[in-house]
């Protein structure tokens, strides 16, 4: 028979002569360390995939998501322009947002309308509530008077998101973003 040449431990990593060929531990207590290592790592990645299904179905997590790449999608789209609501140019060196026109607590079913959103500035989205009636002077010029008054109009029963809805929507501004960005 073939002597066998010396391995490394997979648990304390020392050097040994192994019995057989299937050895991967140099001894009894290195054989219960290595068995309660991989348990543990067993048991963490059940934890991750648990915790991946959770999220792929936590409403307010997709949410989340969705909403960051729209956003990202408006600044990106809008990169070029001025702030909507106070003209800072594009070269302006602060904070940009994705401001909504109409809020998303006032129009939930607009949150993700890009009619309804747009490059602006951090002062006028944060200090000036959105600074709206400069906004609404702008969106005209922008979009046209009709597809405002589309937004202004109040519907009687908003859409209600799922968590596959926002996985959607994610995965839809996630590809328009990758399309701008080439």
Not at 96 to 120: C, I, M, S
Not at 131 to 157: C, P, W
Request: hydrophobic residues 35%.
């Amino acid at each position: 028979m073939k002597e066998l040449k010396p391995k490394k431990c997979k648990s304390c990593g020392d050097m040994f002569k192994p019995p057989s060929s299937f050895a991967t531990v140099c001894s009894m207590a290195c054989t219960l360390d290595y068995m309660d290592k991989k348990k543990a790592l067993k048991a963490k990645k059940e934890h991750v995939a648990q915790k991946r299904d959770f999220l792929a179905n936590d409403k307010s997590f997709q949410k989340a998501k969705a909403q960051k790449s729209v956003n990202e999608f408006i600044r990106l789209r809008d990169a070029n322009l001025p702030c909507v609501s106070c003209d800072k140019p594009a070269d302006w060196g602060g904070q940009w947002h994705a401001g909504h026109y109409k809020t998303v607590g006032a129009r939930p079913d607009l949150r993700f309308n890009e009619d309804n959103v747009h490059k602006q500035c951090s002062q006028c989205n944060n200090f000036l509530s959105g600074n709206l009636a400069q906004y609404r002077i702008a969106l005209i010029a922008k979009i046209g008077s009709q597809r405002v008054l589309m937004l202004e109009i109040d519907i009687e029963t908003p859409k209600k998101y799922t968590a596959s809805d926002y996985a959607a929507i994610h995965a839809e501004y996630s590809a328009k973003i990758k399309e701008l960005k080439s």
